[in-house]
Each structure stands twice: as structure tokens, then as C-alpha cells.
């Protein structure tokens, strides 16, 4: 048997998230944490790492921060953060450098949808914002508009639209920072392009 309050009480200190290391140091060993997956306390999230399953205060977005401290959200998850899209996305949509280890999104939950850039591109546009209660790391709208561009082709075209006419309508975008922006992804003529379309 085991103490259900004081595992709970040790993965709190963790966060709700711990490392097979971690679990041993605490001595939850191999059998203990097998029943706490089989009762529905604990759950794999991926190779090595557990996450304790608090109903009441349930936060993919907690689990991805603890994961994933240096990505930042982007495309379709800021399109929806700031109201760009109505679609509640099936997968995070998190941007990290491209030197990352693809191994570490084989998750088994939560679904992302990594993006690789550019050290050098990599926070450009970014800005804080605040999702489920929790301070992420997020591009600010005119970068979340320039990634629609550069992967337009790769959009569902209804989406795509969706998020360029609700960026049109917003008064708080900044097209020159866009453009800016654009000049640094390579992209400036087909901003510029696309832009007078859509202001005209």
C-alpha cells in the first residue's frame, strides 16, 4: 500500500511533475508508482517523466511549461490567444530552436506541434502573455502574423484567412513592426504584397 496524500504531497513540490530520478531519490519506487498509474493518480506523459493528475486543477499548459521552458507558443495556440481564430487547436503549436532534440516531443500528452527556428529568429516577436492562469512565452500579434505567411501554404485556407482579416480589423496591430519583422525573416516583399491586398 501507499500513502496517496504524501506522494501527492511530494509531486506538488515538483510542480505535479517529476523525473524517474526524482521519483527514486523521493522513494517511489518502480511497484509503488506502477499502482499509482493502474489507480489513476499518476500518469507516463513520456519516457521518464510522470505527471500527477489533479482534477481540480488540471493545466496542460503547466506540463508544457515544465518541459519546455525555452519554446514559445506560436501559429494556430496565438492564434487563438488572441482571438485571431475561433478553432480550438488539436495540438500546442510551440516554436524552439532548431538545435532541439526531436526526441522530446514524443509525448504521449500533451499533442504539440514543434516548430524549429533559427537561433537567431527565435524571439523575435516575443512577448509575455498569460494562458490558463500561467505566464507563457508567446510571439506578439504582427510576429504571429508573419509565421501565417511564411507557412500559408502549409494552412488550412480558411484558417489562414480567418487570422489575416481578424489582424486587418484589429487597431492594435502595427504594420510596421510586421514589415520589420518581415525584413528579418526574408519575407518583406511578400508582406508587402499580400499587406497592400489586404488595406487597400
Not at 126 to 149: E, H, N, S, W
Request: one cysteine or more; proline letters at 3%; glycine letters at 6%.
Amino acid at each position: 500500500m501507499y500513502d496517496v496524500d504524501e506522494c501527492k504531497k511530494i509531486f506538488s513540490q515538483y510542480g505535479g511533475l517529476m523525473r524517474a530520478r526524482q521519483l527514486n531519490e523521493e522513494k517511489i519506487f518502480y511497484r509503488k508508482l506502477q499502482r499509482l498509474i493502474k489507480d489513476g493518480y499518476v500518469e507516463k506523459i513520456r519516457s521518464g517523466y510522470y505527471h500527477w493528475i489533479d482534477h481540480d486543477d488540471f493545466s496542460e499548459v503547466e506540463t508544457l511549461i515544465r518541459l519546455f521552458p525555452d519554446g514559445i507558443f506560436c501559429m494556430d495556440t496565438a492564434l487563438r490567444y488572441y482571438g485571431y481564430s475561433d478553432r480550438t487547436p488539436r495540438e500546442w503549436h510551440i516554436a524552439v530552436n532548431k538545435n532541439s532534440g526531436k526526441s522530446r516531443f514524443h509525448l504521449d500528452y500533451p499533442f504539440v506541434k514543434p516548430y524549429y527556428l533559427a537561433p537567431s529568429l527565435l524571439e523575435l516577436g516575443l512577448t509575455a502573455g498569460i494562458i490558463d492562469g500561467r505566464d507563457v512565452r508567446i510571439y506578439d500579434k504582427d510576429r504571429v502574423i508573419c509565421d501565417c505567411l511564411r507557412y500559408r501554404n502549409k494552412m488550412d485556407r480558411e484558417l489562414f484567412a480567418q487570422a489575416i482579416r481578424s489582424y486587418v480589423n484589429d487597431p492594435e496591430k502595427d504594420v510596421s513592426r510586421l514589415l520589420s519583422y518581415a525584413g528579418e525573416l526574408r519575407m518583406q516583399n511578400i508582406a508587402k504584397e499580400l499587406i497592400g491586398v489586404w488595406l487597400s
